[in-house]
């Protein structure tokens, strides 16, 4: 199953641009998680953000977390070509009984050099 | 970070045939692991929680029969798909948690003929 979803489904931007990424999802939370996937390969952790955190930071990364919309957006400042990749959300559904991971649909970013 | 490592990373199996893949954490012990399938530039669906000691927990869909999972130590799941065909072809990723973050292996294509 889903729990998220995440718009734009692809994004393409110039170096140097700003990425924003946007994900929502369905039931309460324990915590969000963003990862990053190059093609055809495994996901890296990128960052957390708890039920009851606002906003963090980590480097050029700024995720927000809006408990009360269910949603959560991803911003990559000063992109570079590197940047190209698959970004996902993923959440911890409050109470699942396995504490699994679930994703959301994925932005496919490309940032153009 | 943790890591976890997967093998193989593709594999090209007859259909029919039987293919087994593993899932090993190197540097932590996990009683649970996470099986996931992904098609071409789709999210990951998890497919079920590999529980040590114990039978593997399936998301709803998921064939018990086809996907075997076996998590017979604290450090290695496996995945085996039975009697392989066509439609099993897909990326197969497993992850674990030895705390919030997740990690990932490597991931297994797989190529079903």
């Known amino acids: ?113 | 970070g943790a890591v976890v490592s997967q093998h193989p990373s593709w594999v090209i199996c007859k259909s029919g045939t039987s293919v087994k893949i593993e899932c090993r954490s190197l540097d932590f012990q996990a009683t649970t692991m996470f099986w996931y399938r992904q098609f071409p530039k789709q999210s990951l669906m998890l497919m079920a929680t590999s529980n040590e000691g114990s039978k593997a927990t399936y998301e709803q869909g998921v064939e018990k029969d086809k996907f075997l999972i076996n998590h017979a130590s604290l450090t290695l799941s496996t995945l085996t798909v039975t009697s392989a065909h066509p439609e099993d072809s897909s990326f197969y990723i497993c992850s674990a948690r030895p705390g919030f973050e997740a990690f990932f292996g490597q991931g297994t294509r797989l190529t079903v003929v």
């Open chain 1, 1 to 113: 199953s889903q729990q998220g979803e995440e718009d734009p489904q692809a994004l393409s931007i110039q170096e140097g641009e700003n990425a924003t990424m946007n994900c929502s999802y369905k039931t309460s939370i324990n915590n969000l998680q963003w990862y990053r996937q190059n093609s055809g390969r495994g996901l890296v952790h990128l960052i957390l953000i708890r039920s009851n955190e606002r906003e963090k930071h980590s480097g050029r990364l700024r995720v927000t977390l809006d408990t009360s919309k269910k949603s959560s957006s991803l911003l990559i400042t000063a992109s570079r070509a590197a940047d190209t990749a698959s970004y996902f959300c993923a959440t911890v559904p409050y109470g699942g009984a396995t504490n699994k991971l679930i994703f959301g649909t994925g932005t496919l970013l490309a940032v153009q050099p």
